[in-house]
């Protein structure tokens, strides 16, 4: 499988994916914390891919997505945005909302 298609298969098979720095118990940057705070706060499971550790996706990725930062949340397949996205979304309540139509209560 090509690295596009890993990615595709990574979106697809995750209602809620981030992509970060690290990973949300130790994040390496203070995007990809602010965004694992934000998600965290949801109180719904995610899944994520720590960049660092996989550089054929953090290069590919931007490709894939046409945005070229991370970190970035994906949710029921669509690009939700960045950090400051995510952040605003969250304190406007926005982000319980998308996370919550997407994942199933537990």
Same mark, same amino acid.
């Given at each position: 499988? #090509?690295?596009? #298609?890993?990615?595709?298969?990574?979106?697809?098979?995750?209602?809620?994916? @981030?992509?970060?720095? %690290? =990973?949300?118990?130790?994040?390496?940057?203070?995007? =990809? *914390?602010?965004?694992?705070? *934000? @998600?965290? %706060?949801? %109180?719904?499971?995610? *899944?994520?891919?720590?960049?660092? =550790?996989?550089?054929?996706?953090?290069?590919?990725?931007?490709?894939?997505?046409? !945005?070229?930062?991370?970190?970035?949340? !994906?949710?029921?397949?669509?690009?939700?945005?960045?950090? #400051?996205?995510?952040?605003?979304?969250?304190?406007?309540?926005?982000?319980?909302?998308?996370?919550?139509?997407?994942?199933?209560?537990?």
């Amino acid at each position: 499988m #090509d690295i596009m #298609d890993t990615i595709k298969d990574q979106i697809q098979s995750n209602p809620v994916i @981030l992509y970060m720095k %690290g =990973s949300p118990d130790q994040p390496q940057c203070g995007f =990809s *914390a602010r965004a694992t705070e *934000a @998600l965290m %706060g949801c %109180g719904k499971r995610f *899944a994520y891919v720590d960049i660092l =550790s996989n550089p054929d996706i953090r290069s590919n990725l931007p490709k894939y997505a046409n !945005w070229p930062t991370f970190p970035q949340l !994906w949710v029921a397949g669509e690009l939700v945005g960045g950090c #400051d996205i995510i952040a605003e979304m969250f304190e406007n309540g926005e982000l319980q909302e998308v996370i919550d139509s997407a994942v199933p209560a537990e």
